[in-house]
């Protein structure tokens, strides 16, 4: 059993590092987490 599994998860990527699409398809795929929301933002 995956500890996100059956969770809700808020994702904050990286414009200059990892994209918030790219941590989403991975977090969908391999925990069966439910995304509520994928944002990439530039931190500046």
């Known amino acids: 059993m995956n500890f ?3 969770k809700k998860v ?8 990892v994209p ?3 941590i989403k398809a991975c ?3 391999v925990s069966g987490a439910e995304v ?3 944002a ?4 500046v």
Do not use: K, S
């Open 36 to 38: 509520l929301l994928a």
């Open 4 to 6: 996100l599994e059956n």
């Open 40 to 43: 990439t933002e530039c931190f």
């Open 27 to 29: 977090i969908e795929t």
């Open 20 to 22: 918030g699409e790219a």
């Open 10 to 17: 808020v994702i904050i990527g990286d414009r200059d590092g």
